[in-house]
């Protein structure tokens, strides 16, 4: 039986148990408020992610008992009147032929080299001659074809938004495309900065995640000690090197991959100082949120809110009646 006609996780309700293939997505020790060691365990059956709560157990035990992250398993399902999920009995090896890993991979729907070109003609739109003849549209593309590998392969987040293959370079294009229409609006900002700062604030995540063949992202294991923002300006300090790109647009530059996040207890390596930053902070929030609720709506019945509160939107998101 093919993984499309299994019922999907997201028709899990408490009139309704589910058994399915399921991909281990990730699985994380965590100490409940009652004091008992649990296992958090986020599984994916191909369309959305599920977390199950299983008490009274580590990752080492289902380890030992034969259970790992990055395999699927047949599961079972059910969900309590509270909207907490559980798994009912053990989780058992799969034995369906049709079943795939493949079927459990995470990719963007767009032609990711597509979407690059895009970014690179987005750029040469904006190129700027005023300040020399080697500008920062040239840096971006000299850039932006030096990593082109890795960044159009790259997801840009383990989870969260952009959470898949082609990721980062989709979430670029689109902060770097709503940068370029705001022009129309803010007619005094600095196009080809603006441009250019917003397809490679997030460059950086090229060395802080690896992305597995399946498009799962992790840290690498220097990610989280230096973080995306101070890769991004690594990445940028080896490109401009010694050529006679404008020196202060250069380091503007860097300073908009540096404050891209705002606040510093965010990550920002520092507050953003210039209104291009400003409103490259605001437009990455925007794309990153505005991701969040396209998979969530997926998920959710019309005239519905969610039954958490959203890490990451810090409220439960409600999908308008009217909407299918
Ligand atoms: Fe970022
Ligand atoms: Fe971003």
Do not use: W
């Amino acid at each position: 039986m093919k993984n499309s006609e299994y019922p999907k996780l997201s028709e899990l309700t408490s009139m309704r148990a589910i058994a399915r293939p399921v991909y281990f997505k990730k699985m994380e020790n965590f100490v409940s408020t009652n004091g008992k060691t649990c296992v958090a365990l986020h599984v994916y059956d191909g369309y959305s992610t599920i977390r199950v709560n299983i008490f009274d157990v580590t990752v080492e035990v289902l380890h030992n008992r034969g259970l790992s992250e990055k395999n699927v398993y047949y599961c079972k399902f059910s969900k309590n009147e509270k909207g907490f999920v559980n798994l009912d009995g053990d989780p058992s090896p799969l034995k369906d032929p049709d079943i795939r890993l493949s079927d459990f991979g995470q990719r963007i729907e767009q032609d990711a080299d597509e979407l690059f070109s895009n970014l690179l003609k987005l750029i040469s739109m904006v190129r700027d001659t005023k300040y020399g003849e080697d500008t920062l549209s040239d840096l971006a593309v000299r850039i932006l074809m030096g990593i082109k590998e890795d960044f159009v392969r790259s997801s840009a987040a383990i989870s969260m938004h952009h959470e898949q293959e082609g990721g980062l370079v989709l979430h670029s294009l689109n902060v770097a495309c709503a940068a370029y229409y705001s022009l129309k609006v803010y007619k005094n900002l600095d196009a080809e900065l603006l441009v250019c700062g917003a397809a490679l604030h997030d460059i950086g995540k090229i060395k802080e995640y690896k992305t597995d063949e399946l498009g799962y992202a992790t840290y690498s294991p220097l990610g989280q000690g230096l973080g995306h923002m101070i890769y991004g300006i690594e990445i940028v300090d080896e490109y401009a090197g010694q050529e006679n790109y404008n020196k202060e647009r250069v380091e503007l530059l860097k300073h908009i991959i540096a404050s891209h996040h705002g606040e510093l207890e965010y990550g920002a390596v520092a507050k953003p100082c210039i209104p291009e930053a400003v409103l490259i902070h605001s437009l990455d929030d925007a794309d990153a949120k505005l991701n969040m609720f396209e998979k969530i709506y997926k998920d959710l019945k019309p005239g519905e809110n969610t039954e958490k509160t959203l890490f990451g939107l810090d409220t439960k998101a409600y999908k308008p009646s009217y909407l299918k």
